[in-house]
């Protein structure tokens, strides 16, 4: 996943998972500051724990490129907040570049630290979702990631294909290519077509008992 | 902490754990996929803490045990809804059972990690009760822990006793098993005459200026 | 940053870090143990955060006075509950001291491990405010990081204030208390003449539709 095309396509699914940050604290009496921040942590956040998994060092630490991003995309918000909403569908899409991209990028980084090809697709998962997942938490709502099902799963999608692919002994490129493609074409039909898992009911009692408490 | 029984005991402590998580996010509109990772996050998110602190690799990406259990727990759920709540005493002794033996495998790797010996007390604590602790903000709720002390306490128990009987030179096994019970021992006692600690009321002000701002 | 003033500075931001989240507990239905709990992850949260990411042991591992401060903390609560308030602006100096010296401390340890200046003030940053924002999002609030900018900005004006003085040569004693005191006064300052930057508001759409929903 090296060169100029994938530093792009990494440049701009940080832009677009800052924007998503960003965007959710706005309305939310968050300061500047404190929206750069939610979208650092949006963009960052699911690599990062990644690399506290994998026991390597973040990757933020040897490249300013994230939180020069971040900051870019800060400062587009406040200069064409009013036009951003238009961008919708193509943030969107940014948004759905970047969750393959990342996602390929946490099954890569897991396959060279010899991981089983379950915990890959886990970890291309955890670097996909994660940051979405913290920034969630930390403009006190319940995770996104918990209700749109098909989140988590494309990218869980992404890893089967992606371990088929090298079953198939497709190249190294072709198979990223695939996996990446098949994350962001789960996401666009699951919304497109409003595919959602079913919502999970809570459990009534005959005496109205809480029974969670434990 | 090896052999049969205790794969058995921690395999009930896993799935204890995993049905709390999904039970909590029942309700909550959360989807199949949701309640899964909650459950999964219950049962995973204690160890996975301590084995941060402790630097070494996550114990779940050598054994995909956890993440198989709690796919059962979820489809136990999914298939006897109306019945689980009978079994809420039964649930929660299993929980009860798993915090127990994740307190003391917590300590055991602490121990096995050179650590003095309030720190082993300390990832024991960690190790059962952090997992709930990520449910608990992941469903938006203020911690469970927080408000019913006598889970962490219970722990924090078993781990003084844990060292109590090393003092006292008896086997590994049986330390382990006097701790484990401990703990048990200590949250259905205190379940079952409503043992807590007092609740720490908040601070008035003459002038009702908000105090806790700094 | 060795040495009895070290120590007794150190020991003091812990205390104050500890009261704040004592004192934010306190009103939240929280029992002493769970307050305790609060506490303590107010006080090392931040430097835990540090110690995973620079991948060294954390801090409070070899060193029992973090966790007896804070008990010391919560007694001092239970006992001068009444009188605290009183001391408002004393425990604000003394947050601000905290945050000034855990600020240092971050930035002195991530240099040693050899980080890029600007990773340094990130991880200085991250080591006085992250514990803050834990115990905001178990206490189940918006961090206060987040609408009280100068909070974090204040740990980034004393890591610039920090490289200025390398760069200038001076020593690393009169570096890090330069640091320090810029961190002490900017809050100071912000807090007294009530400055902030400003929040970032909600983007409108025409259609009514939810725009942060990617």
Redesign the interface.
């Known amino acids: 996943m090296e060169g100029i095309f994938t530093t792009l396509l990494d440049l701009i699914g940080t832009f ?1 998972f800052a924007i ?1 940050g ?14 750069y ?2 979208g650092l942590v949006t963009a960052i956040g699911g690599g ?1 724990a990644r690399d ?2 994998l ?1 390597v ?2 990757f933020w ?2 490249d ?1 490129k994230y ?1 020069i991003t971040t900051g870019i995309a800060l400062l587009a ?2 200069l064409f ?2 036009k ?2 238009r961008w ?1 569908n193509t ?2 899409l940014f ?1 759905a570049i970047g969750l393959g991209l990342f996602t390929i990028v946490g099954i890569s980084k897991s396959i060279e630290a010899g ?2 090809f ?2 890959c697709i ?1 970890m291309g998962a955890i670097t996909g979702t994660l940051g979405g ?1 913290i920034r969630d ?13 098909i989140y ?2 494309a990218c869980v999608a992404g890893g089967v294909v992606y371990f088929a692919c090298i079953q198939l002994k497709l190249s190294a490129s072709l198979t990223e290519l695939i996996a990446a493609l098949t994350v962001i074409l789960v996401r666009v039909i699951a919304l497109r077509f409003h595919i ?11 005496s109205g ?1 809480e ?4």
């Open positions: 677009a998503s960003i965007r959710l604290a706005s309305g939310k009496q968050v300061d500047w500051f404190g929206a921040i939610i990062t506290l998994l026991d060092p973040p630490m040897t300013s939180f918000t406040l907040k009013e951003l909403f919708h943030l969107f948004d991981l089983p379950w915990v886990v997942v938490v930390l403009l006190n709502e319940v995770p996104l990631l918990l209700r749109k099902d988590a799963l959602h898992l079913p919502v999970l009911n809570s459990i009534k009692t005959n008992r029974v969670d408490q434990v």
